[in-house]
């Protein structure tokens, strides 16, 4: 069965720091990757997906990166966080119909 | 063309009642729509996803209804229980991308009272 992971769990920042968050998937191949941000009690919204090693794709102009240096393996990154990436950072895969997400990472910059 | 409008933001329902979500689209090339379900501090699961060959799909206590004429869709929770008590999202899916992207509706926040 498949499984994806996601770390770490919570992060405290401060403004001004860099930021990596990794998501790995197990039990499948060249899944398609995706990374949303969710802000406190709003919706879901789709920052950046990958559909092969090294193709990224950007849906939101902004202060963070992604990169896939591996198949099943996609990382969220910042040079300098600012207080708006405050958030619920969720990383989800999927192969055909349905999307699939990770336990999530809550991200506060202070 | 690409919103998927999702309503109302906020429902509170009785134990035993019956919860009814609705979202509309626009783009006529969407062709899959899920439903997800998503408890506080959790990332989302996927609860139910239909089609727009069928007009209805039942799994236990969730029914989503789809009119393709319309362009609406809608998640009935019937014997709603506490445990229900969730955020729940509608999406769809083009199906001329290969990318899989999905567009989410902005979620409903269900409570169920005992």
């Known amino acids: 069965s498949q499984t994806i992971h996601q770390w770490p769990a919570t992060l405290v920042q401060p403004v001004g720091s860099p930021l990596s968050l990794e998501c790995t998937v197990e039990g499948t191949s060249n899944p398609n990757l995706y990374w949303y941000r969710q802000a406190a009690g709003r919706g879901l919204q789709l920052l950046f997906y990958s559909v092969g090693i090294g193709q990224i794709s950007s849906e939101v102009p902004q202060n963070l990166s992604a990169s896939r240096p591996q198949d099943r393996q996609f990382i969220l990154s910042s040079k300098k966080l600012l207080l708006s990436d405050s958030g619920f950072y969720l990383c989800a895969w999927s192969r055909r119909d349905t999307q699939y997400f990770g336990p999530g990472t809550r991200l506060t910059v202070l | 063309q690409q919103q998927v409008k999702q309503s109302p933001q906020s429902l509170i329902v009785q134990k035993g009642g019956i919860s009814i979500i609705n979202c509309a689209y626009e783009n006529t090339a969407f062709d899959y729509f899920p439903w997800y379900q998503q408890f506080p501090g959790k990332g989302p699961a996927l609860l139910i996803a239909?089609?727009?060959?069928?007009s209805e799909k039942k799994e236990g206590r969730f029914t989503i209804s789809f009119n393709k004429s319309a362009k609406q869709f809608s998640l009935h929770i019937m014997d709603s229980q506490p445990g229900d008590s969730a955020t729940y999202f509608c999406a769809a899916r083009s199906g001329s991308s290969n990318t899989g992207k999905l567009i989410f509706g902005q979620g409903t926040t269900l409570q169920v009272k005992p």
């Open positions: 239909i089609r727009p060959d069928v």
